[in-house]
């Protein structure tokens, strides 16, 4: 059975750091690529940051240069470190778990930015 298990959502102030994990079990998950996700209330799902299973890696514009999208395959983990975290950040944050066939989604860590 396959299972993504997230944590490190959290409530924290604007500019305060953030890590998410996302433990994969029941899949080789280095022949996976990975996407967070995040969601606010009201709007649709949007993605955030990807990284391949060999390591290419692409963020949302509106994260750049704040989040950082990592994976550890020995442990079957993929993270996103959250920096300077901002009011418009809060979300529900989702990873999925893909490759050509196949798509498993966590079941989601809230993450609230406010002062």
């Known amino acids: 059975q396959v299972q993504l298990v997230e944590s490190g959502g959290g409530s924290v102030q604007p500019g305060g750091s953030l890590r998410l994990s996302c433990v994969a079990s029941g899949i080789a998950f280095a022949q996976y690529a990975m996407i967070w996700y995040r969601q606010a209330p009201g709007q649709e799902r949007e993605s955030v940051a990807s990284i391949t299973s060999f390591g290419p890696i692409k963020y949302a514009d509106s994260v750049k240069g704040r989040f950082t999208i990592s994976r550890d395959n020995a442990k079957s983990t993929g993270y996103l470190q959250m920096n300077d975290l901002k009011p418009e950040d809060t979300a529900v944050y989702y990873c999925?778990?893909?490759?050509?066939?196949?798509?498993?989604w966590g079941q989601g860590t809230q993450v609230t930015v406010s002062s």
């Open positions: 999925n778990v893909l490759d050509l066939t196949r798509s498993y």
